[in-house]
């Protein structure tokens, strides 16, 4: 199976329980479960509709989903993404797909940020390599850096520590 620089769509089928199975470009099929998402954000709550829901097609050239009478589209990238977190084979993927979708970082800026190549999180990206548990780790400790007021992170993924005197 060939890598893709950015995920396109071949094909999207509607399964049960707001799940689609989607095929790209490169062959790669995945199921993934939009079922949180739709229940979590009220932009997608028309999905609801079962039979809204087996409208779904896919548009633009394969670069997304969409639901033409409630006027919802969702991103082959964000499809991707989430049905590889979903699928992953262990945990330590799981956060690490999750954490790249989540903060929507460049290859060279999740690099920069964790500290490995940008090579090392394309292979991790795509699930050609087993992510390690200290990159894992890693992610969760970058969530917790941004989530905390004593510790700014700079644009560049660079961290300073403000210390208490």
Known sequence: MLP???PRLRSAHVLSDFRLALTFINGQELTVDLGMDIHTY??????????????AV??????????????????????YMDALAQNAQDENTRI???????????????????GVSARSIS???????AVPRSL?????????LQQRSSIAAEDTGRYVVNRKN
């Open 4 to 6: 893709m620089k950015r």
């Open 58 to 79: 896919v548009g633009d050239e394969g670069w997304i989903v969409e639901w033409v009478d409630p006027d919802v589209q969702i991103g082959a990238d964000t499809l």
């Open 96 to 114: 690490f797909i999750d954490w790249r979708a989540r903060t929507g970082l460049s290859l060279n800026d999740a690099a920069e940020a964790l």
């Open 42 to 55: 009220p932009g997608l709550r028309p999905l609801l509709d079962r039979e809204v829901f087996a409208t």
């Open 136 to 144: 894992a780790l890693a992610c969760l400790g970058w969530d917790s």
């Open 123 to 129: 292979r991790y990206s795509n699930g050609r390599e």
